[in-house]
């Protein structure tokens, strides 16, 4: 049985952050969900509120399913230098963004989301920078075998 | 190269950041003339002021003018006819779904066709508007919204009945008395930033609101500015983490106490400018956050018109007190609570909360606002019973009693004062003493106060609300004809009822006949068909309901007092049968 390469330990770590959070984005579709059916009024009356709950619920659970994607089929278009670090900036900024959209909704100004929401920008550009080294790296040359 | 480039974009992006921040709290520094701002509708208020939206489109400012929709149009409009004057209206829909009066003779024949095209009101009455080419023009048939019928409008403005030739069709300028126009009278306080758009010189008009309704702007200034300012979202967020003003608009919680009054004097203040071709010609010029003296003053009771210093004289009472609503703000300018104690109009109003029926701020219903505010030492039940010798009434009905006539009902005097019995008596108000002691008169009440509420004495004289109810002006007798109605009134049942009655009968205007009616109705309204009474009918018919309305007490084992005749016939005598103009 030999030694899991590198890539191989990034791909269980990838899975590992892709399926937890996943779990954990559904998870709050089920309480936003309940919100409703318990007609939950500081959810139900405030549409900003649902609006920031729901976005971060969609973001969550889409960006969790990219960081398994990109798991199985980003890793190994990357050259091995820049693995490591693109699934961690994947991985952050994918946990940052919707983070940022449902605890903006705590407390909100009227109109506006609280002040945490200058931190989906933040995490959207992180996303971003891993997708355009992923998708430049699958035009460039194929990296040599591990 | 890749450290260059990330010190490069870094410094970019701080410069930015840098850039906008100082442009930011330049902008916030920077003081704006509104009067140079556009309006942009509430619509563009509500993308980022939700809550606030929600809780004025709760108001009834937000109805306050509407074109005739199916929605808007609160008259039930079935093809129900309202007979008066000879004439019968006969409210339907036509063709389209169009609201259309039609007036027709006792003979048949059509006299008038008028297609409702706006409203204005829809909290107690909603007056309807036809136009004709350049102008909308008032009907002479509302709609009662908490009586559910329509009524003529002569029985709602203090006039009396006009002369009723032979054959029973009163004149067609009796009929319309009461047309206004609305260009260049309902349009100022009813709107937002109104503009007549009077051409002097044809006579024509271009009337223009910026929104129909009482909206946003109309408290908080031309919104433009203000809209477009804050499309930037770090300068919405410098002003989420501050507590500095926004320049391009008004918040009237931050202005003065004078200001913020004159926000709601400008429309709760009758006024008169010394540039009436100026309003006519080109609108208000009046932005929230003016001073209200840089364009008009509000009327007083020796205001001249043409040089008539009596020419008002009718609206006050001889204390200079408001008789009629939509004085307000006069009421609170001669308040030592606003003069010497800083009251504005929003300490006890919240256009955002409270029942939007008088909008109370929740935080100022009942003893709160006087005992919260300045008066704490009101604050228990033994301390009121100490003041006032009563626990059971509040500080408004000693200090703001109801003495302002409004169309077809009663409201409460916003001066708010002491009552001294006979100093108001030769005012010409009832005072707040005798409004529930209607059983005693103001000497008994002078008395009492004097005495500090001994139990009852013995009433001389005749009491004060009969005195004005028979013998007084029409403000007197609709004010009176209020107060019996109430059940806080102390004289027996039965006095209460045949005064009511007397009134019903023998008033010669059809507006206190109308009020004494709603008090009987609130003492027995289950009596026979007391629904039925118009007080816009004629002595025949309104003699035959009274009748009716009669028997039907007595068979519930009611009894009725009536007043003496020879008391009735003198006090009658003396009652004032002048007009008194609501002055829109």
């Known amino acids: 049985m030999s030694e899991p390469g590198e890539t191989d330990l990034l791909r269980a770590r990838a899975r590992r952050i892709g399926w937890t959070s996943l779990l954990g984005w559904a998870a709050v579709g089920l309480l936003l969900e309940g919100a409703h059916g318990f007609k939950l009024s500081r959810y139900l009356d405030d549409a900003l509120t649902r609006e920031l709950c729901t976005l971060g619920h969609a973001h969550g659970v889409g960006l969790a399913l990219v960081v398994l994607v990109f798991g199985e089929a980003g890793l190994p278009v990357l050259s091995a230098s820049t693995r490591g670090s693109t699934l961690t900036t994947l991985a952050l900024g994918s946990v940052l963004v919707p983070s940022a959209f449902l605890l903006s909704s705590i407390a909100h100004p009227e109109g506006d989301p609280n002040a945490l929401v200058w931190l989906v920008p933040v995490g959207a550009a992180m996303i971003l920078a891993a997708l355009v080294r992923t998708a430049r790296a699958t035009w460039a040359r194929p990296p040599p075998p591990e | ?141 509302a709609w009662d919204v908490e009586e559910g019928r329509f009524f003529h409008l002569n029985g709602a403005f203090l006039t009396p009945d006009p002369e009723v030739p032979e054959g029973g069709r009163i004149a067609e300028a009796d009929y319309l008395r009461h047309s206004v126009r609305w260009n260049d009278n309902c349009i100022f306080c009813h709107n937002v930033a109104p503009d007549p758009g009077l051409d002097p010189a044809t006579g024509a008009f271009d009337s223009r609101v910026a929104e129909l309704g009482v909206a946003c702007e109309a408290c908080h200034g031309p919104g433009a500015d203000h809209v477009r300012a804050n499309a930037s979202p770090v300068r919405r967020y410098a002003l989420h983490a501050s507590d500095d003003a926004d320049p391009t608009i008004v918040n009237p919680a931050r202005l003065s106490p004078e200001r913020r009054s004159e926000v709601c004097g400008r429309c709760h203040g009758q006024r008169i400018t010394d540039d009436v071709g100026r309003f006519l010609a ?98 228990s039940d033994d301390a009121l019973l100490a003041h006032a010798g009563h626990v059971s009434v509040a500080c408004v009905d000693c200090h703001m009693p109801r003495i302002v006539y409004g169309i077809r009902t009663l409201h409460r005097s916003h001066r708010i004062d002491v009552p001294r019995p006979l100093a108001d008596q030769a005012a010409g108000r009832v005072d707040a003493c005798t409004l529930c002691h209607t059983d005693a008169n103001a000497d008994w009440a002078e008395a009492a106060i004097a005495a500090h509420y001994p139990r009852r004495l013995a009433p001389e004289g005749t009491p004060s609300t009969t005195r004005g109810l028979l013998g007084g002006d029409p403000i007197e007798r609709s004010v009176s004809a209020a107060a019996l109605g109430r059940g806080t009134a102390a004289n027996d049942r039965d006095a209460r009822l045949g005064l009511l009655l007397a009134a019903m009968q023998d008033d010669p205007y059809p507006a206190v006949r109308g009020i004494a009616w709603r008090s009987l109705r609130a003492l027995a309204p289950t009596a026979g068909e007391i629904e039925r009474f118009t007080s816009t009918d004629d002595a025949r018919e309104r003699r035959a309901q009274i009748e009716g309305i009669t028997r039907a007490l007595l068979a519930s084992h009611e009894s009725i007092s009536s007043p003496d005749g020879a008391l009735v016939a003198e006090l009658r005598a003396r009652a004032e049968l002048r007009a008194i103009e609501i002055g829109e």
Not at chain 2, 76 to 94: P, S
Not at chain 2, 111 to 139: I, K, P, Y
């Open chain 2, 282 to 379: 080109h609108g208000d010029p009046f932005v929230p956050g003016d001073s209200l003296a840089d364009y008009s003053r509000p009327l007083a009771r020796d205001t001249p018109l043409h040089g008539d210093p009596e020419a008002f004289a009718p609206r006050f009472y001889g204390d200079g007190t408001a008789r009629l609503t939509a004085y307000e703000y006069q009421g609170l300018l001669q308040s030592a609570c606003a003069s010497e104690g800083a009251l504005s109009c929003t300490d006890c109003h919240g256009m955002h909360e409270g029942d939007p029926r008088g909008q109370i701020r929740p935080s100022a219903l009942g003893n709160a606002m006087c005992a919260g505010a300045c008066h704490g030492e009101l604050a």
């Open chain 2, 1 to 141: 190269m890749n450290r260059a480039a990330v010190a490069l974009v870094s410094a970019l992006v701080l410069g930015s950041a840098y850039a906008v921040a100082a442009g930011v709290v330049s902008d916030l520094d920077t003081l704006r003339d509104l009067h140079r701002s556009a309006y942009v509708g509430s619509a563009a208020c509500a993308r980022c002021h939700p809550s606030h939206d929600e809780s004025f489109r709760r108001t009834f400012h937000r109805t306050m003018t509407q074109e005739a929709t199916a929605e808007s149009v609160l008259g039930a409009f079935d093809g129900r006819a309202l007979r008066y004057g000879g004439r019968t209206a006969r409210m339907a829909r036509a063709d389209g779904g169009r609201f259309v009066v039609e007036v027709s003779g006792d003979d048949g024949r059509a006299l008038e066709r008028w297609t409702v095209a706006r409203l204005v009101g829809s909290r107690r009455h909603q007056q309807l508007f036809t136009r004709e080419g350049d102008v909308w023009v008032r009907l002479p048939i």
